[in-house]
């Protein structure tokens, strides 16, 4: 198996260690909720009817299943580098290394995207302003990417913090949804008999659920970001395994309650309209209820998620150029805030040009699932294929059973035959086009320094 070896000249200093077991299981949950509940409910519910909480259950054990197999990964090499670390330690092949951490770079990006643009519709709703041109949505979605930019480069404590409450801010909002729906109930308000019905047109039941299901799975990723930050985080091998599956149990619940209250009580065309739909869910259900705050709160949630994903990729970045796969130019710390500046500044850009360029929520989330369901698919085959390589400390080890259904759900999904948006397979090659570009410019000079090394 070929390995990069670290340079033992390079001397950048070591990320700060400051995520224990709280933070690290708000960091997660933080991930996983936010832009996909928030702003892809009605989504959801258009290709599947009433029953919308069946995608997203359908999601939520596709993402466990696949979260067992990133525990056994980051327990036994916790790096930051993730699942392309874990790519390039099964197979060894350096371009498949490297197209698989771009397309995770990729999905962060077209994540924090997607985030982006929802807050800049939330905040025309909070403010009342007259920006629904796409000029003015764009603008300020490039300008909110900028200030995520900042508190970045900031420090990660700083960025870790800002999650917490954050974090705490987004799941305010979905509970609000959750006791409106209850009180619902108890006053017999909405109608909770649609939560069984099936509105699919030309497709089947079936049908219906597998091509929800590829847009629902955007909600649940967010997980497997925080392997990226192990280098970041207390004990590791240790906190990770209870942690990781708590955060997508917890979820997994509070979607399926979300989902539940929406469908009950909005009717669907109007559920499916717009960015905003659980915004539509306040004024049905708690006409009384301001709902500026609670657009204000759909801003945060979203802000969240843009952050945690320009984390990850940021470090993602970072720890592929440590491990000498991609310029070691990406992977500068800064002396002073000791954050990987260089590669928080290339992934911003990235993410501007896509919002500039794409736009629309549903695809840049459809996106971000299709490139993920890639990548889970070759992480769930590496964990199988690295059995054969023992560490010196004890790790979380999954069922076998496990990774095999993982692997063949994910890849599944990815696949034309879900019924998905092609214009999201047209988005990821041309994601993944970039990857073989930068590839074939970068692949000469890398070759020359893996000789050095080596040497």
């Given at each position: 198996m070929a390995e990069l070896a670290a340079d033992p000249t390079h001397t950048e200093p070591p990320l700060k260690r400051v995520m224990g077991p709280g933070l690290l299981l708000l960091f997660v949950v933080g991930d996983i909720l936010g832009t996909g509940i928030y702003a892809l409910t009605g989504r959801v519910a258009g290709y599947v009817g009433g029953a919308v909480w069946v995608p997203f259950v359908v999601a939520f054990v596709v993402a466990l299943i696949t979260g067992f197999s990133y525990l056994e990964l980051v327990t036994k090499y916790p790096h930051a580098a993730g699942a392309a670390l874990y790519t390039h330690k099964a197979f060894g092949i350096q371009f498949l290394t490297f197209?698989?951490?771009f397309a995770v770079m990729?999905?962060?990006?077209?994540?924090?995207?997607?985030?982006?643009?929802?807050?800049?519709?939330?905040?025309?709703?909070?403010?009342?302003?007259?920006?629904?041109?796409?000029?003015?949505?764009?603008?300020?979605?490039?300008?909110?990417?900028?200030?995520?930019?900042?508190?970045n480069l900031r420090g990660v404590s700083e960025s870790v913090w800002a999650n917490v409450v954050l974090t705490c801010v987004e799941l305010s909002g979905l509970l609000i949804?959750?006791?409106?729906?209850?009180?619902?109930?108890?006053?017999?308000?909405?109608?909770?008999?649609?939560?069984?019905?099936?509105?699919?047109?030309?497709?089947?039941?079936?049908?219906?659920?597998?091509?929800?299901?590829?847009?629902?799975?955007?909600?649940?990723?967010?997980?497997?970001?925080?392997?990226?930050?192990?280098?970041?985080c207390k004990e590791p091998s240790r906190i990770f395994p209870k942690v990781l599956l708590a955060g997508i149990c917890i979820t997994g619940v509070v979607y399926v309650l979300v989902a539940i209250t929406a469908v009950a009580l909005v009717p669907l065309q109007e559920l499916g309209a717009g960015d905003t739909p659980l915004l539509k869910v306040v004024e049905i259900g708690a006409p009384a209820f301001p709902t500026r705050i609670f657009a204000f709160i759909t801003m945060f949630a979203v802000a969240n998620s843009a952050l945690i994903n320009m984390l990850m990729a940021s470090r993602l970045l970072y720890g592929m150029a440590r491990q000498g796969v991609i310029p070691r130019v990406l992977g500068q710390v800064h002396p002073m805030r000791r954050t990987p500046w260089v590669s928080i500044a290339?992934?911003?850009?990235?993410?501007?040009?896509?919002?500039?360029?794409?736009?629309?929520?549903?695809?840049?989330g459809g996106t971000t699932a299709l490139l993920l369901l890639a990548v889970f698919t070759i992480v769930n085959i590496a964990v199988l294929v690295l059995r054969r390589d023992p560490v010196s400390h004890q790790h979380f080890r999954t069922p076998t059973i496990l990774p095999v259904i993982g692997a063949l759900c994910c890849g599944f999904l990815v696949t034309p035959f879900t019924g998905r948006d092609r214009f999201q397979y047209v988005v990821a090659a041309i994601l993944l086009a970039i990857g073989v570009v930068l590839w074939a410019i970068t692949h000469p000079a890398l070759l020359r320094k893996l000789r050095l090394v080596r040497e």
């Open positions: 197209m698989v951490a990729s999905s962060g990006l077209t994540s924090a995207s997607t985030a982006a643009r929802a807050f800049a519709a939330n905040f025309t709703e909070a403010f009342h302003l007259n920006l629904s041109s796409w000029i003015g949505i764009t603008l300020v979605a490039v300008a909110f990417m900028a200030v995520i930019a900042a508190v949804i959750v006791g409106i729906g209850l009180w619902a109930l108890g006053f017999g308000n909405g109608d909770f008999s649609r939560v069984v019905e099936f509105e699919t047109g030309d497709r089947t039941a079936l049908g219906g659920v597998i091509v929800a299901t590829t847009l629902a799975f955007f909600a649940m990723v967010g997980f497997e970001d925080s392997v990226n930050m192990a280098e970041e290339f992934t911003t850009l990235l993410a501007i040009g896509l919002i500039t360029f794409v736009g629309e929520v549903r695809e840049l």
